[in-house]
């Protein structure tokens, strides 16, 4: 599992003050960015000549609001790890340690060149593994 944390900001939040419903895919994303730097890979994941990461699929649930000035946490977990994709859950508490959303993505790795699914490199695989549930 990954752990990391995130202040939510007044610009992040709808006139209540409660975090924006499409904010939560930016936070997680973040955090799925800082994952990837962790894995200290030898080539630059987001900007290659060789493939893509797209994702292919995203839900989320809202349990809880989650509200201006806080602070959560983001656990990823990779729940699934295939030849050419992998799955992410997200966990999003809030500082009482309650689960205030659930986010899930499959991404794919696809080649630049032909637009094909095609496999992920070793590194990833090892690198992904490491959060793997």
Partial sequence: MFKTKRKINFYDCDPAGILFFARIYELCHSAYEEMIAGIHLKEDYWNNDEYIVPILNSEAHYHKPIKFGETITIEINVTKLKTSSFELEYHCLNSRDEECNVVRTV???VDK???K???MKKEIKEG???HLV
């Fill in 107 to 109: 991404h794919i790795f």
């Fill in 113 to 115: 060149s032909t637009w």
């Fill in 117 to 119: 699914k095609c496999g």
């Fill in 128 to 130: 992904l593994a490491l």
